[in-house]
Every structure is written in C-alpha cells, then in structure tokens.
C-alpha cells in the first residue's frame, strides 16, 4: 500500500465512552498498530485519562502517514477494573479496530464500550 511520508496537520485521536455507565472509559489501555502486508508494527500503547481521552494524539505531524493502522482496546480489562464479573472467557476482551487513513487529514476513531457490544465510527 502506498503511503504518504509526511503530514504536516494530519493527526490520528481516539476515546472511549462506557454505554453501559454512561461515562467516559477512564484508564483504559490501547495499543496502536500499523500495518504492512498483514504483518503488524506495533507503534505505541498509551491509557484513556478522566474524560477517557489520550493526553495528546496517537500520531501527529511528523508520525503521521497514511496507511492501515489498528488499534486495539484492553476493554476486559477496563469492565473488570469497574467491578463487574465477566464470564471466563469475557465476551469482549481485546477490542480491535482496523482502519485506514488515506489523506493527510484528523482521523478520529471512538469507541462505545459495554460488556456485551462496541461501536465505532469515523468521528470528527
């Protein structure tokens, strides 16, 4: 797949809403993949603060370039951090989102979480 090297403005955010409590998904993990030819990179893994947004993008500027990227969501581990007992193995353990960003623009991809279903779709 072709890419483009830099970005200047082109940025990749994410956050987490818990549908289930109607709050934002605090302290939850996600790792960040790029991928080449089904082989996947991983580029960084970071964790939703309080309004269960990243401090700063996952890619911006210079790190930002056009491809296919996954993220993937630890939202197991975030519903049992929550007091909730899920079943062994939890419906919803890994969370992965594939995607592809083919301008040089904001891409932002959220997550609706609850322990039995997700969402997503090309935010703003």
């Given at each position: 797949?072709?890419?483009?090297?830099?970005?200047?403005?082109?940025?990749?955010?994410?956050?987490?809403?818990d549908?289930?409590?109607?709050?934002?998904?605090?302290?939850?993990s996600?790792e960040?993949?790029r991928?080449?030819?089904?082989m996947?990179?991983?580029?960084?893994?970071?964790?939703?603060?309080?309004?269960?947004?990243?401090?700063?993008?996952?890619?911006?500027?210079?790190?930002?370039?056009?491809?296919?990227?996954?993220l993937?969501?630890?939202?197991?581990?975030?519903?049992?951090?929550?007091?909730?007992?899920?079943?062994?193995p939890?419906?919803l353990?890994?969370?992965?989102?594939?995607?592809?960003?083919a301008?040089l623009v904001?891409?932002h991809?959220?997550?609706?979480?609850s322990?039995?279903?997700?969402?997503?779709?090309?935010?703003?």
């Amino acid at each position: 797949m072709a890419e483009t090297s830099k970005a200047e403005g082109g940025r990749l955010t994410t956050h987490v809403l818990d549908t289930a409590t109607g709050r934002p998904a605090a302290g939850l993990s996600i790792e960040l993949y790029r991928i080449n030819d089904d082989m996947r990179t991983h580029l960084k893994t970071t964790v939703t603060n309080a309004d269960g947004r990243c401090d700063a993008p996952l890619l911006a500027d210079a790190e930002f370039r056009t491809g296919e990227y996954e993220l993937v969501f630890a939202a197991g581990d975030y519903l049992r951090r929550q007091g909730l007992r899920l079943p062994e193995p939890a419906f919803l353990d890994s969370v992965p989102i594939r995607f592809g960003m083919a301008e040089l623009v904001h891409y932002h991809v959220p997550l609706l979480i609850s322990p039995y279903g997700y969402s997503t779709y090309r935010g703003s």
